[in-house]
């Protein structure tokens, strides 16, 4: 439910900061005592253009009235003092410039791209959030509680068309092992002995801790940066790294080692402001051998083997030999964690184990495998398909959790809509004359009209 109201606050929310100066505008939209610019529009045109979106009719009446709508919004929640989680919005602000700067390639870059300056690019990111989180506040306070129960879904279930029934997909619900091959102690030596290297080089002045980071930092995300990780709160950072990184005071010296999930890494602080740090680091990452990796894949090998012959079961294993956090208290059952479900598509599991699954049969144990994790450490593991449902148009049986989402998405759908379209009859609007059409999709806008 979050999920939708969070993408229908996306969808009507696009910062109109983003007009060019020196451009000659109009204005094409009156909501209330907000004008909405033509700019306005042109710039929201291009963002959704750039989201692939289709527009149904003309993209300037489309998406002049999405503006339009949330000008209600936002007019509404200005009335009902909601105000915004400030520590929050940075947050949502720094991560959103991250991951800008990560794809244009650089600040320079994405201030190219942008032809504005970044000081711009985070005030159009600040209104642009701000107004969003607004709107996702106002939104939930419209939708309210919606009470759901089997029989409501079943209702709902069965007024529906037989076509409008969603069409699932195979599943499957799978159980894993992992185990995560040994790391050679030379290996590590050899990486802490680089790291110490480089802090020296540093702190005795010889180069930059940038450059440094550029030419062998792991982070690809943060190299071509120098390092830079740009102004994060604790709670971005995984604790160690958190600890040591806010636990610097100056900038001219390097920290010690850092061991992470990811590998090891020294940083450097660049500036505090109150409870967000802005820091480089360099991360390196010591090689699996070729060697630990077939030893492990041959552990594994012979694991599967006693379960096969029920020696010990799938469950018993996962409690004894799986390191993974995630499923070992599970008896080692995947769980997705967009829906929270046991259950997958096989686009939806990680690459390397569903092209495992692809083709097993209920109650296989595969033989052993190497998979990526998002951390890019490889490790080796056993899977067993626990379940396995064909493709079939929805039922409450099998799939009441996607129904009741459905459910719920429409009854938040229709309590908004209604919202509008009451919210629409106290609103005066005032709109350009070449902007009319009659086939909004809120046709109850009560227009003003000039008298000559």
């Not at 879904?153 to 069409?167: G, H, K, M, N």
């Not at 160690?240 to 010690?256: G, H, I, M, R």
Request: aromatic content about 8%.
């Amino acid at each position: 439910m979050n999920k939708y109201i969070l993408s229908f606050c996306c969808l009507l929310t696009f910062c109109t900061s983003m007009a060019q100066d020196n451009v000659i505008d109009r204005v094409e939209w009156v909501v209330g005592d907000k004008s909405i610019l033509r700019s306005d529009i042109e710039d929201a045109i291009k963002y959704w253009k750039l989201q692939n979106r289709r527009f149904d009719g003309d993209p300037y009446s489309v998406v002049g009235e999405d503006l339009a709508v949330q000008e209600l919004f936002l007019h509404q929640a200005a009335i009902d003092s909601v105000e915004v989680n400030e520590t929050q919005l940075m947050r949502q602000v720094d991560a959103q410039i991250e991951e800008y700067v990560q794809r244009a390639g650089s600040k320079e870059k994405l201030e190219e791209y942008q032809k504005m300056p970044m000081r711009k690019i985070r005030e159009m990111l600040y209104d642009n959030l701000h107004n969003n989180n607004m709107m996702y506040m106002m939104r939930q306070k419209i939708v309210g509680e919606i009470k759901v129960s089997p029989s409501l879904v079943r209702r709902y279930v069965e007024s529906l068309p037989q076509d409008s029934i969603p069409f699932i997909q195979e599943q499957v619900e799978v159980q894993i092992i992992t185990a995560e091959p040994a790391i050679n102690l030379d290996e590590i030596d050899r990486i802490k002995e680089e790291l110490r290297d480089y802090a020296e080089r540093v702190n005795s002045g010889e180069t930059s801790f940038s450059t440094l980071a550029l030419l062998y930092s792991e982070d690809p995300g943060s190299a071509r940066r120098g390092g830079e990780l740009g102004f994060r709160g604790r709670g971005q950072f995984v604790p160690e790294f958190a600890t040591a990184a806010f636990n610097l005071t100056d900038p001219s010296k390097v920290s010690k080692i850092v061991e992470t999930e990811y590998g090891f890494h020294i940083i450097q602080l660049i500036d505090k402001r109150g409870d967000r740090v802005n820091v480089r680091h360099i991360l390196r990452k010591p090689r699996v051998s070729t060697e630990s990796i077939k030893q492990m894949m041959l552990n594994l090998d012979s694991l599967a083997r006693e379960i096969r012959q029920d020696s010990i079961t799938f469950e018993d294993a996962v409690v004894m030999c799986s390191f993974d956090k995630e499923t070992n208290n599970n008896h080692g059952i995947m769980f997705n964690k967009e829906t929270g479900a046991s259950r997958f598509q096989l686009q939806d599991l990680p690459v390397d184990v569903a092209r495992v699954v692809d083709g097993m049969t209920v109650g296989e144990v595969s033989s052993p495998f190497t998979m990526r994790l998002d951390n890019g450490k490889t490790i080796c593991a056993i899977i067993k398909l626990k379940s396995k449902v064909d493709a079939h148009k929805a039922n409450i049986k099998d799939d009441y959790e996607v129904l009741k989402e459905i459910y719920q998405r429409k009854m938040g759908e229709d309590r908004t809509n209604e919202w509008i379209r009451e919210k629409q009859k106290s609103i005066y609007v005032r709109l350009n004359g070449e902007a009319k059409r009659e086939d909004f999709k809120y046709p109850g806008w009560v227009f003003y009209e000039d008298k000559k």
